[in-house]
Structure formats: C-alpha cells, structure tokens
C-alpha cells in the first residue's frame, strides 16, 4: 500500500525559498509517475508540477514555471518540490500524489489521474 508523507512546509517571506518533499512507504512507488498540487482557502485544488516515472520528463503551471522544480529520488523513493522566488499567491496547501498506472515515461496533470494522496503540508508566504 502506497502511503505519501509530506513535510518541509511552514512560513516564509516573499522572495524566498523552501524545498518539499514527499515521502513514499511503498516499495515500488518509486518508478510510479508523481505529482504535486496545492489548495489555496476558498480555491479548488490546482496543478503544480509533474514528473514521470524515470524522472527525465517533467511539466509546470504556467504560474510556477522557472521558479519551481520537480525532482525525485528512485533510491529514496522520495519526491521533492523546490521552490525560489516564492509569492504571496503561492501560498497554499501542497499535496504530493502518485499514479498506480502509467503508460511509458509520460507525466500527469490532472488529478484524476493519480491514486494516491498525501496529507498536504501549508506553505505560507507573508511577511
């Protein structure tokens, strides 16, 4: 059973930088494709960034494209959203997710498309 754990959230002032990451128990859940969304008060969840299952293909929203990055590590099994620049518009919760299924190295963006869900972790940008 695949069980995602996020953590590296917490307050930060505009301009600067934190780095998520996404914890797997599941053994094989590393070769599965991952994604990351966020959920701000009042907003229905949206896309962040996505990563394919070999990790050498990735995708962005428009409104984090060049400030954030998607990555992973196979041998952790671990995923990771490192994100600079940060706004006051990018404050949120943040999920990881995972596919169960995937079709050769492609990336997700929608979030039907994934089976499994953290618990999400707040990020707030104020100063």
């Known amino acids: 059973q695949v069980q995602l754990v996020e ?37 229905e969840r949206d896309f962040v960034a996505a ?25 952790k099994n671990t995923g990771y959203l490192q994100m600079n620049s940060l706004k006051p518009d990018d404050t949120a919760v943040y999920y990881c997710a995972v596919r169960e299924s995937f079709s050769g190295n492609a990336y997700y963006t929608n979030s039907d498309d994934y089976h499994y869900w953290g618990q999400g972790t707040q990020v707030t940008v104020s100063s």
């Open 7 to 43: 953590s590296g959230g917490g307050l930060v002032q505009p301009g600067g930088s934190l780095r998520l990451s996404c914890a797997n128990s599941a053994r094989t859940s590393g070769t599965r494709p991952m994604g990351w969304f966020r959920q701000a008060p009042g907003k």
């Open 51 to 75: 990563i394919s299952r070999t990790g050498s293909a990735t995708f962005y929203a428009l409104s984090v494209k060049g400030r954030f990055i998607i990555s992973r590590d196979g041998a």
